[in-house]
């Protein structure tokens, strides 16, 4: 079995004012399965669509004294758009985004004082107007994500709470943050890559079905599965297992099958004596 090569989201992050982004080549347009190479499998690690291989690991955090300015200038410097802010024990007790910050020019020229009528959103907003640190400014408590979490989980919370990144915790420690950009790099993926793991992982290692009697065609991230299966639910968790491949954008099934093992019947239940 031959050594499973990283992909370019599993490797270990850096700063982000250094980080880079490699944006693979895409394949031809229509990326086909040799039937007869593809017998032989050298069998590789399937990636796993975990937070822990797509966050960033190397997060700039603050601390509640943190200044106003030095908030501002950390953001520019390592051109992040939010800063974790973390307790001496490595805790994340607040965030502060660029939307916070701008709430200092949002009310800058306001003459009038808190209106006892305004919402609550409005009253915070003020409040943080005014602040003159991270305490003072951040947004608390957090949303944040375990690194055991599936990235869709991760897309579902971002989408759920109108937010833009989870801060990433394990055992109550900062360990990373994740970003809608991250859970997008996935699909960054070129179409040789996706046909390589769905042959060799979806067909042969999890559902032991013969690469031969599927053809795998990627084009765009959209995958379509074509052939002749056994039973119908074969076909079911081939296209399941195939829509949960990183950088999949669709699944088109042309598989069909022998036998719909739905309709089997039940075997007879013994009747007591």
């Known amino acids: ?3 499973h090569r990283k992909a370019p989201w599993e490797e270990d992050q850096v700063p982000a004012a250094t980080r880079r982004v490699h944006v693979p080549r895409r394949a031809s347009p229509a990326v086909r399965c040799s039937r007869k190479r593809r017998m032989v499998t050298k069998g590789t690690a399937m ?5 822990r291989n797509v966050m960033t690991r190397e ?14 200038r950390l953001m520019a410097v390592h051109k992040v758009s ?3 802010v973390v307790d ?7 965030i502060v985004s660029e ?14 004082g808190p209106n006892w009528l305004e919402r609550r959103h409005d009253r915070v907003a003020r409040a943080k107007a005014a602040g003159r640190t991270a305490a003072g ?4 408590p957090v949303i944040t994500i375990g690194p055991e979490a599936s990235v869709p989980v991760a897309a579902r919370l971002l989408a759920r709470h109108g937010i833009k990144r989870l801060p990433v915790v394990e055992e109550n420690r900062l360990v990373g943050i994740v970003s809608r950009a991250d859970l997008l790099r996935l699909f960054l993926r070129d179409d040789e890559a996706i046909h390589r793991e769905i042959v060799d992982e979806v067909l042969l290692r999890a559902l032991w079905i013969d690469p031969g009697t599927v053809l795998v065609t990627v084009r765009d991230g959209v995958v379509t599965l074509a052939g002749h299966l056994e039973r119908k639910s074969l076909v079911q968790m081939a296209v399941h297992l195939t829509r949960t491949v990183p950088g999949v954008v669709d ?5 069909s099958f022998e036998l719909d093992d739905d309709r089997l019947p039940l075997p007879p239940v013994p009747l007591l004596p």
């Open 137 to 140: 400014v951040m947004t608390a």
């Open 251 to 255: 699944v088109v099934s042309r598989l």
């Open 1 to 3: 079995m031959s050594k």
């Open 99 to 112: 939307a916070d910050l701008l709430r200092k020019e949002e009310y800058q020229d306001e003459q009038d």
């Open 59 to 72: 997060v700039v955090t603050v601390n509640e004294q943190a200044p106003f300015t030095e908030l501002v």
């Open 88 to 94: 001496d024990a490595g805790r994340v007790i607040g």
């Open 47 to 51: 990636i796993s669509r975990k937070i």
């Open 82 to 84: 939010a800063l974790p």
